[in-house]
């Protein structure tokens, strides 16, 4: 049993965490075809930055973010795509961390059950 009780899932060669990450990169194939969006990259990294106050530039590397997508629209412009079951403490620290770092991402949650609302992972 995992530690969040997800069931991997591989998919055209792809190793993702959870079904609904799997359903979710179906849903971006999809929609790649169908010309909607550009491109998808499954476990981009990004580098997290501390800020120097004196100098206010990136001063040094203080951790990573491997968002579930990474979505690269027509326009160009990119989009991370998470999928979560719930979220944890850690995933929202670093969540901060990377909008501060990266305010030209736009950053999107997919939930799906009760517990979150609206469910958006849909497959029309």
């Known amino acids: 049993m995992r530690k969040y009780r997800n069931v991997p899932q591989t998919w055209k ?4 965490d959870s079904k609904d990450e799997c359903l979710h990169a179906m849903w971006l194939e999809s929609e790649r075809k169908q010309k ?8 981009k990294n990004y580098d997290l930055l501390a800020y ?3 100098v206010n530039m990136p001063s040094h590397v203080i951790g ?11 326009d160009g412009n990119l989009e991370i795509h998470e999928v979560k079951g719930f979220k944890t403490d850690v995933w ?17 949650v997919f939930t799906k059950g009760k517990q979150w609302k609206p469910k958006v992972i849909q497959f029309d």
């Open 52 to 54: 120097s106050p004196r």
């Open 92 to 108: 929202q620290i670093k969540r901060k961390i990377f909008e501060a770092n990266y305010p030209h991402i736009e950053y999107k």
């Open 64 to 74: 990573r973010h491997i968002p579930d997508f990474t979505v690269i629209k027509n």
């Open 13 to 16: 060669g792809i190793r993702y």
């Open 36 to 43: 909607k969006i550009l491109k998808w990259i499954p476990k």
